[in-house]
């Protein structure tokens, strides 16, 4: 049962246009969301996150926005670039209750030049 | 700061064998975990642990073994070897619940078992 959902493997976005990568989930428990970039050969980075008391979290070219009556996140980067080109994964846990982060099966984003 | 350190990075294994992954974080980090990657099923937790001497299973343990007798340190134990264990596992570190950025990742052992 997969409680963290990213349906898209994989999107090509133009460098310079908008990046919307989404993440769904199915437990009403989880209240803290975050999202990792994973280049080839390397762990997984840190980028950003969100508590369930917001709906809208910005760091410089990131921005995350979370719908909780749809259970639905999206990470948006503005403007893409080619450095941005990795696997990204969703991932989600229960902050005040166990530290289990649930990461999804990740997206690949492709920026063409 | 060496961060989240993982040995070895590369291993091959034959059915049946054991063997231990290790992983260290000098960052005093009270929560560890285990997760293993593999093509198509993203990052699954194996193992987690929120301090020394407290550990608990994760989404996929069976076949994992794993203690944590020191804040530093956080084996994964494999302890029959079987080809699905071919993966990359990849150990990872966090302050405390609190904290607002979630783990520190180290950069993998990529495991065959043939």
């Known amino acids: 049962d997969q409680q963290v959902k990213q349906n898209s493997p994989s999107l090509s976005v133009q460098e310079g246009r908008i990046s919307i990568l989404n993440c769904d989930y199915t437990?009403?428990?989880?209240?803290?969301f975050l999202w990792y970039k994973k280049y080839p050969a390397e762990g997984p980075t840190f980028l950003i996150s969100?508590?369930?008391?917001?709906d809208k979290n910005e760091d410089g070219r990131f921005t995350v926005f979370l719908n909780k009556s749809a259970k639905h996140l999206s990470l948006h980067i503005v403007p893409s670039q080619p450095g941005d080109s990795a696997v990204y994964f969703c991932?989600?846990?229960?902050?005040?209750?166990?530290?289990?982060?649930?990461f999804g099966k990740g997206t690949r984003l492709h920026i063409l030049p | 700061n060496a961060g989240v350190t993982q040995t070895p990075k590369f291993q091959v294994l034959k059915t049946g064998q054991s063997m231990t992954l290790q992983c260290a974080q000098d960052m005093n980090h009270e929560y560890m975990s285990w997760y293993r990657q593999d093509p198509g099923m993203g990052l699954r937790l194996i193992h987690y642990?929120?301090?020394?001497?407290?550990?608990d299973q994760g989404e996929v343990p069976n076949g994992y073994n794993v203690s944590r007798s020191t804040t530093e340190d956080f084996p994964l134990r494999l302890l029959s070897a079987a080809p699905s264990q071919t993966s990359v596992y990849f150990c990872a570190s966090r302050i405390d619940r609190l904290s607002n950025y979630g783990y520190t990742f180290g950069s993998g052992t990529r495991l065959t078992v043939v």
């Open positions: 969100i508590s369930s008391i917001k």
């Open positions: 642990s929120v301090g020394a001497g407290i550990t």
């Open positions: 437990n009403s428990m989880f209240d803290y």
């Open positions: 991932a989600a846990t229960t902050f005040h209750r166990d530290d289990k982060i649930i």
